[in-house]
C-alpha cells in the first residue's frame, strides 16, 4: 500500500456564488495532491467544464495548472442559454483513473458501437470530478434589480407528472453489515419524494429512534439471529415500514470511537486481521488484530498519526478481503492556522467610492485569488463552505454535503457527533482499497504535456447512400428506394426484410431484444457468451446476422491483426499565420498509438490517417492525393482517439436547487450567522398554473435544449465508437441522439425525427400511417443529399422532453412520436467548410482567459448610465509582496454598497482562504 497511485484535488474559486444571463462565471483553478493537499508535480492540464441544467457541456476549458496566465478562465452566459442551475465540473485526465463506475445499459445499447469496450467506455460514471452548482437567472426587467431573481423553465411537450407525498429512509449499519448475534450501531437518513431531509421519530422494535439534524440519526441495535427486522415511521398521515439491511451470519462489525475501535467477528474463519488507517488514499497506520475465541477484539489508535481530514479504516484478513469499513474525522485545528486575514474594509461604501483592502497570507503565498462583491447581488446557499471544507470533508464523501461549514464551526459533542453520523451517512469508498493495492497499471497518465491517445480500426464498409431512398426516410425505411419498394418482384424478399427491421423502428435490431430489464455491465458479464471485454476475434454468429439488416451498425467489431502506420498533421493559428508540423506513427499491441503535443493557445486542426506499412511509393502518393477532400471516399482505417470526458451528468441534491431562509447577517466570508428554523425556499421560477396537460404539445422551434456545431459533435460521435470513420446520415442523427441523451433512461428504443433547415426529412421510427409515402418533398432528392454532406452543415439543434440528470423520472413515450427531434442548419447561402475523407478535428489547446474590467472613477467623469456591477474586483493572480501583504484597490458601482470578499491561495505547504 506505500506504493498506491496518488491521487489529486481539483478546487475552483469563484467570482460570485449566483448569476444572471449576459453575466460572466470567473474562476480561478487550483489542484493539489490528495494524500498532503499541496500542489502537485504531475498533472499539468486541467479540464473545467461549464454544464446546462439538463446535463450538456456548454463549454470546456483546458487549463495548464502552474502559469500564473494559463490557470484561470471566464464562461459567457448568453441570452441564448436557459436560466436554471449549471454545473462547474473540473479534472485532470489521470483523476479518471479513480471511482469508476459502470451505468445500466443492456445489449441494444452495446451493440450501437463498434465494439463492446466502446459501450463500456460510453456508460461509465466519474466520482472524482470536482462539482459545483450556481443558480443562473433571468436578466433582471429593471436594469440593476438583482432581487428579479427568476427562472423560465425551458419548453415541454408534455408537463412533467407532480410526485406524490412519500418518505424515504435508508439505513446504515457501523462498518458495513448487519452481522448476526453483535451490537452495532445504525446510521439512517429520512428523505421526503423530493430528496428532502425530514426529521422524522419512528419505531425499531419497541426503542424509539429519532433523526433530529438533517434527516439523519443513530440507533444501537442488537441483531438477533435471523429474520428481517424492521423500523416503522409516520410521515403526513401515511404509516411506513422500513426493512433493515439483511442478517448475515458471517462477518464483521466494528465499532469507532476516541482512540479505540471494537471488533465483533462471527463465523469467521480467519482470525488474526490486519486494520489499515487511510488518509485522502494515503496509508498512514497499518495494525494487527487478533479476534478472542468468541470472535472479538479491540485496537488502540493514536489520532496524532493521522493528518486533518477524513480518515478511512479498513479492516481486512490475510487475502485482502475487506471484512469492514468505516469513515471518520481527525481534527488537530491546524488549517485555521491558514488564514488570510483582510485589513482596511468598511462597513459601507458610497457610490462609486474607492476601496483599498490589505491581505495577509501565511508566508509561503505568493499569489491570491479575491473577490469583492456586492452583498446585495449574492444570495443564502446550502453550499456554504469554504476551500477548505471542501478539500478536508466534502470531497471525500459522496454526494452533496448540505451546510458543510455548520461541522466547522465549533469542535464540541453535538458537532462533532453530527459530523461523523454524516460520515457514516453519506461516507463511500473513494479511495477503493483494492483499487490500491492490486497493483495494476493505470489506464491514464499524468498529463503535462496534451496527451492524444488513439486506436486504429478497420473501417466497415456501407453501401452508399442513394438520394432515390431519401423520400422514405420519413417512414423510417433505409437503404431501399421507392422503386424497389413498389416493384412486386421484390415483395417476398421485402416482407422478410421488413419483418427484421421494421418491428424496431429501422434501428437496425434483429428483433425486440432485452426489452424487459435492464442490465448493469456486471450483470451483462454473467451471462453466457455475454463476455464483455473487447474482443480480438471476429464474432462469426453476430457478423452473419448483420449481414442481412445494416452493414455499419456496431456489434463487436475485432482490433487488427496487423499493425500500420498513422500519419497526422496538427496546424496552429498564430499572430504570425499558420503553422503546421507533420508527424509519422506506428502502431503497437494491435492498432494503438500515442503522442504529445506542447501546450499552446487556442485551437489547432489536426489530421489523421492510416495505411498499411508497407505500401509502395506509388500507393503511398495515390492515397495522399486522390479522394483526399472528398468526404464521400471511404478511408482506409477507422481512426479514433480515446475519449476520457465524462458524458452523463449526476442527479442535483434537492439542496442544489434550494436556499435556506436564512437571516440577513453573514461573516466576513459569506457564511450565514443565524439560521432560522423556517422552512426552505424554493427559488421562483416562472410557471403557468393549472391542470397538467395530456397531450403532446408542439415543438418551440425558438428555444432548442442545446445545440452544438455538426462537425464537431461528428467527431465526438466518431471518438466514442457511435460512427465508424465516416458520415453516415442513415445513423447520423440517432447517433448523435445517443451521445447527447444516452439510453434515454429506459430499455426501450426511443425515437429520432430529424429536420433540414426546418424540412422533415428523418424517422427512425414507422408512423403507423396506412401509407407508405407522406406528401413529397419541396425538394429535390440531389439537392437534400447534397447538403447532407458535412461540408454543408452548421449546427444541430435538439428537442427533447429527456432530461439526462433526471434519467430515473418517467418519460412518457409514444411509438408513433419523436423522443428526440433535431434540426440540422446548413452554412448560409449555399457556403461549405473544407472536409476530408480521413480524420479532421478542432484540437482545443489551452484557454486563453479574458482579463476582468475594473473601472477606475478616479480621474474621470462619472458614468451617464448607472453601475450594476455585483462583483467589483476580481484577480486570479493578485501578487504578495515581499512583506506578505497583497493590495487590492477598487470602485464601487453606483449605489451603497456593503462587500463580502473571498480569497485564497495555494502555498508550499497547502491551502489557505479567508
Not at 887 to 892: G, K, Q, S, W
Request: net charge negative; glycine share 8%.
Amino acid at each position: 500500500m506505500s506504493t498506491a497511485p496518488v491521487q489529486e484535488k481539483a478546487y475552483l474559486h469563484l467570482d460570485n456564488n449566483c448569476y444572471f444571463l449576459g453575466d460572466t462565471i470567473w474562476y480561478k483553478a487550483y489542484l493539489v495532491e490528495a494524500g498532503n493537499l499541496r500542489p502537485t508535480a504531475d498533472s499539468r492540464i486541467l479540464y473545467v467544464e461549464l454544464v446546462d441544467p439538463e446535463g450538456h457541456v456548454v463549454e470546456r476549458h483546458r487549463q495548464y495548472i502552474g502559469r500564473p496566465d494559463a490557470d484561470h478562465g471566464d464562461f459567457a452566459l448568453a441570452d441564448t442559454l436557459h436560466s436554471g442551475y449549471y454545473e462547474l465540473r473540473a479534472y485532470t485526465r489521470w483523476m479518471m483513473n479513480f471511482c469508476v463506475t459502470e451505468r445500466p445499459y443492456n445489449r441494444k445499447d452495446r451493440e450501437l458501437f463498434y465494439n463492446r469496450q466502446m459501450a463500456k467506455d460510453f456508460f461509465r460514471d466519474y466520482g472524482t470530478v470536482w462539482s459545483r452548482v450556481v443558480a443562473v437567472y433571468e436578466r433582471p426587467e429593471k436594469a440593476g434589480d438583482y432581487s428579479d431573481r427568476q427562472m423560465m423553465p425551458r419548453p415541454r411537450q408534455r408537463a412533467l407528472k407532480p410526485k406524490k407525498p412519500s418518505l424515504n429512509v435508508k439505513f446504515y449499519p457501523e462498518g458495513g453489515n448487519l452481522i448476526a448475534g453483535t451490537r452495532c450501531r445504525i446510521a439512517f437518513e429520512a428523505l421526503n419524494e423530493e430528496g428532502e431531509a425530514v426529521n422524522v421519530t419512528g419505531k425499531m422494535e419497541g426503542q424509539d429512534i429519532r433523526a433530529d439534524f438533517m434527516g439523519r440519526g443513530i440507533f444501537t441495535y442488537d441483531v438477533p439471529e435471523d429474520g428481517k427486522p424492521c423500523a416503522t415511521f409516520d410521515y403526513k398521515g401515511t404509516h411506513y415500514r422500513f426493512a433493515l439491511p439483511d442478517i448475515l451470519q458471517q462477518g464483521l462489525t466494528l465499532h469507532v470511537d476516541e482512540g479505540n475501535v471494537t471488533l465483533q467477528g462471527r463465523g469467521l474463519s480467519a482470525k488474526h486481521l490486519k486494520v489499515a488507517f487511510l488518509t485522502r488514499g494515503m496509508l498512514r497506520s497499518l495494525k494487527e488484530v487478533s479476534l478472542d475465541a468468541k470472535g472479538d477484539g479491540t485496537i488502540r489508535y493514536d489520532r496524532s498519526l493521522f493528518p486533518t481530514g477524513v480518515c478511512d479504516l479498513v479492516v481486512y484478513d490475510e487475502n485482502g478481503n475487506v471484512l469492514a469499513d468505516r469513515l471518520f474525522f481527525v481534527n488537530h485545528h491546524d488549517y485555521e492556522q491558514r488564514h488570510i486575514a483582510i485589513e482596511g474594509k468598511k462597513s459601507q461604501y458610497q457610490p462609486y467610492e474607492k476601496g483599498d483592502l490589505t491581505l495577509t497570507p501565511p508566508r509561503d503565498v505568493s499569489t491570491l485569488s479575491v473577490a469583492i462583491r456586492d452583498q446585495r447581488g449574492m444570495e443564502p446557499s446550502y453550499d456554504d463552505g469554504t476551500p477548505l471544507t471542501d478539500l478536508l470533508l466534502t470531497s471525500d464523501l459522496q454526494g452533496f454535503v448540505a451546510r458543510p461549514y455548520y461541522y466547522f464551526e465549533r469542535d464540541d459533542s453535538l458537532h462533532r457527533a453530527r459530523l461523523d453520523n454524516l460520515l457514516m451517512v453519506q461516507g463511500w469508498r473513494r479511495y477503493d482499497f483494492k483499487a490500491l493495492t492490486n497493483g495494476k497499471p493505470l489506464r491514464y497518465s499524468p498529463e503535462k504535456n496534451i496527451e492524444i491517445d488513439g486506436t486504429v480500426y478497420k473501417a466497415p464498409v456501407v453501401d452508399p447512400i442513394e438520394p432515390a431512398e431519401l423520400p422514405l426516410w420519413r417512414d423510417g425505411i433505409f437503404g431501399r428506394t421507392y422503386d424497389e419498394m413498389t416493384n412486386p418482384a421484390n415483395f417476398p424478399a421485402l416482407e422478410s426484410w421488413l419483418a427484421s427491421t421494421k418491428i424496431v423502428g429501422e434501428q437496425g435490431y434483429l428483433a425486440e431484444k432485452e426489452r424487459g430489464v435492464l442490465l448493469s455491465q456486471a450483470e451483462l458479464e454473467s451471462k453466457p457468451g455475454n463476455d464483455s471485454s473487447e474482443d480480438t476475434h471476429d464474432n462469426a454468429t453476430d457478423e452473419e446476422q448483420m449481414q442481412d439488416v445494416e452493414k455499419d451498425y456496431g456489434i463487436n467489431h475485432p482490433g487488427l491483426k496487423h499493425e500500420v502506420t498513422v500519419e497526422g498533421e496538427m496546424t496552429l493559428i498564430g499572430p504570425k499565420g499558420e503553422k503546421s508540423t507533420p508527424f509519422t506513427l506506428q502502431t503497437t499491441g494491435g492498432g494503438r498509438f500515442h503522442f504529445q503535443i506542447a501546450p499552446f493557445w487556442g485551437e489547432g486542426r489536426l489530421l489523421l490517417s492510416a495505411h498499411k506499412q508497407d505500401i509502395s511509393t506509388e500507393e503511398w502518393h495515390a492515397n495522399h492525393t486522390k479522394d483526399i477532400f472528398d468526404e464521400e471516399a471511404w478511408p482506409d482505417y477507422y481512426v479514433k482517439l480515446d475519449m476520457f470526458y465524462p458524458v452523463f451528468a449526476r442527479k442535483y441534491s434537492w439542496y442544489e436547487t434550494h436556499r435556506p431562509a436564512t437571516s440577513q447577517q453573514t461573516d466576513e466570508a459569506g457564511h450565514a450567522e443565524t439560521w432560522t428554523n423556517d422552512p426552505s425556499i424554493t427559488l421562483p421560477q416562472v410557471s403557468v398554473t393549472g391542470r397538467r396537460r395530456r397531450s403532446k404539445q408542439a415543438i418551440d422551434w425558438r428555444r432548442p435544449v442545446c445545440q452544438y456545431d455538426t462537425e464537431q459533435l461528428y467527431n465526438l460521435v466518431t471518438d466514442y465508437g457511435l460512427s465508424f470513420g465516416k458520415v453516415n446520415f442513415r445513423r447520423l442523427p440517432y447517433q448523435l441522439s445517443v451521445l447527447l441523451f444516452g439510453n434515454y433512461g429506459t430499455t426501450w428504443t426511443f425515437n429520432v425525427e430529424g429536420h433540414l433547415d426546418g424540412m422533415l426529412f428523418y424517422r427512425s421510427f414507422d408512423t403507423g400511417r396506412t401509407k407508405m409515402m407522406e406528401a413529397p418533398m419541396n425538394r429535390s432528392n440531389y439537392s437534400i443529399y447534397k447538403d447532407l454532406l458535412l461540408c454543408r452543415q452548421q449546427t444541430v439543434k435538439f428537442y427533447t422532453d429527456f432530461d439526462l440528470r433526471n434519467s430515473d423520472r418517467y418519460m412518457e413515450m409514444s411509438s408513433q412520436t419523436a423522443d428526440v427531434t433535431l434540426d440540422f442548419e446548413t452554412i448560409p447561402d449555399d457556403g461549405t467548410r473544407y472536409t476530408m475523407r480521413d480524420r479532421s478535428l478542432i484540437l482545443q489547446g489551452i484557454t486563453e482567459p479574458d482579463e476582468y474590467y475594473h473601472p477606475d472613477y478616479s480621474h474621470r467623469q462619472l458614468p451617464r448610465h448607472a453601475d450594476y456591477r455585483r462583483t467589483l474586483y476580481w484577480n486570479p493572480s493578485l501578487r504578495v509582496g515581499a512583506t506578505s501583504k497583497a493590495h487590492a484597490t477598487f470602485y464601487n458601482n453606483s449605489q451603497k454598497t456593503c462587500i463580502q470578499v473571498s480569497a485564497m491561495g495555494m502555498g508550499n505547504l497547502g491551502p489557505a482562504c479567508n
